[in-house]
Structures are given as structure tokens and as C-alpha cells.
């Protein structure tokens, strides 16, 4: 066995779902592995890490109690890291509520 197939199935072993959706979603290819990739994403959303990195998604429109957009819990990182995890804004209707909220504070030039 390869050390890069030998990573993988530590990875494949874990108990995060997120850590083995992005194996299945980005890493192997074939038909089975995007079953594995619905399979294991279903498992990232009911999973108990994920509800509570989405109950921390602050109020866009409260003053935030942290300096800093490197904090992680900034709403733009908590929503990258929830991404990387498979996780999306019609996944949970917190997140659609962020998106909007964030939108209404666009300016006109876009930012």
C-alpha cells in the first residue's frame, strides 16, 4: 500500500464525517465514491460539530463582540469553514438568514 493510500483510509476511518465527504467529494474518483460523497455529506449536516458551528453564526446586524476579521468567530470564516465541509446556505435556513443580512450591507460598488 501506497502512503498516499494509506492516508486515505486513516482519513476514510475517521469519525468526521466532514473529513471523510472531502475524500469521497474531491479526492477518489468513480460512481461509488459519489454515492460515499451524498452519504457522508447527509452525515456532515445531521452531525452534532456542524449544528453547533451553525448556531455560532452571529447576528450580522449586532455589533460583533470580537476584534478582528481573523477571529474565527467572524460570520465570513465560520461560513468558509462550514463550506469546505460540504455544508451550504439551502442546507440550513441560519445561513440563508446570514446571506441576505450580509447583503443588505453591500455597498454599491459591491463591497
Known amino acids: 500500500m501506497t502512503v498516499e493510500r494509506a492516508v486515505l483510509e486513516w482519513i476514510l476511518a475517521s469519525s468526521e464525517p466532514a473529513a471523510r465527504w ?13 454515492r460515499l460523497a451524498a452519504t457522508e455529506r447527509e452525515a456532515v449536516l445531521n452531525d452534532p460539530a456542524t449544528e453547533g458551528l451553525i448556531a455560532r453564526l452571529p447576528d450580522w446586524n449586532s455589533p460583533a463582540e470580537f476584534s478582528g476579521h481573523q477571529h474565527p468567530g467572524f460570520a465570513p470564516n ?30 454599491p460598488g459591491g463591497r
Not at 468558509?80 to 446571506?99: H, K
Open 78 to 107: 465560520l461560513l468558509c469553514l462550514l463550506a469546505d465541509m460540504g455544508v451550504v446556505g439551502g442546507d440550513d435556513d441560519r445561513i440563508e438568514r446570514l446571506f441576505d443580512s450580509m447583503l443588505g450591507h453591500q455597498l
Open 22 to 34: 472531502i475524500v469521497h467529494a474531491h479526492l477518489l474518483n468513480g460512481t461509488e465514491h459519489v
